[in-house]
């Protein structure tokens, strides 16, 4: 979470941008203010220590649905409740990244209905999804290859991101602009891109 809460404040003003060109350019300082709004929780001493996955991502929900407003506030904070649902464990192995990222995917479509193709953050969630359970099919499934999976996600849904410029949106507020949203990113897609990265960096730990 801080690494993560620290790249979302490196790429605040890129998503901002994106945003502003095909939404109303709050996606940067919205998702910035939710994640200084996490990292600050989790090390705040008057709150109870988190021991597990589930707890970080749990407090992690509960604060993005709290600060970040707009659409992706509520979409990452159902995404990251589902998926501290199945990870009530301190240490990830294959199945439980491929378990997180799956709940995090569904929870996005059960609260935002998106399907791949229509320009939201689905597009780079499902990519990830289906890489973690390629990814964890091939490892021999030892806690290391947990990060393995994680970076199997974290560039397909990079890919997954890229993969929305040319699209028209068909959801949320970039679909007001209908053909004119072609030829941007998709915010979000890529703020999921940014995300899973920092993850990766995270658990592969300091100095590898
Ligand atoms: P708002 O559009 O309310 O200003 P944000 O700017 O914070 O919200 O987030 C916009 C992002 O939310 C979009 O780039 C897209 O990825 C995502 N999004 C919007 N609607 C949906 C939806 N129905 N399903 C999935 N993702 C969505
Ligand atoms: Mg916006």
Request: net charge negative.
């Amino acid at each position: 979470m801080h690494v993560a809460a620290a790249d979302v404040r490196s790429a605040r003003d890129e998503l901002t941008e994106l945003d502003r060109r095909v939404g109303d350019g709050d996606h940067g300082v919205n998702l910035d203010r939710g994640m200084q709004a996490v990292a600050a929780r989790l090390d705040d001493p008057s709150l109870p220590r988190r021991e597990t996955v589930g707890q970080v991502l749990h407090l992690a929900a509960t604060t993005l649905m709290s600060t970040v407003g707009g659409a992706a506030g509520p979409l990452y904070g159902t995404a990251l409740l589902r998926a501290s649902k199945v990870t009530d464990r301190t240490v990830l192995g294959p199945s439980g990244v491929v378990a997180l990222v799956e709940a995090a995917l569904e929870g996005i479509v059960a609260r935002g209905k998106a399907s791949p193709g229509e320009k939201t953050m689905v597009d780079a969630w499902q990519p990830a999804a289906e890489a973690t359970e390629r990814a964890a099919a091939t490892g021999s499934g030892t806690d290391e290859d947990a990060v393995d999976v994680l970076r199997a996600a974290a560039e397909a849904a990079s890919a997954g991101a890229e993969a929305t410029v040319p699209l028209v949106a068909s959801k949320g507020r970039a679909s007001y602009l209908g053909e004119r949203s072609a030829g941007t990113e998709d915010p979000g897609a890529r703020s999921t891109a940014i995300l899973l990265a920092a993850a990766v960096g995270a658990a592969k730990g300091p100095g590898a």
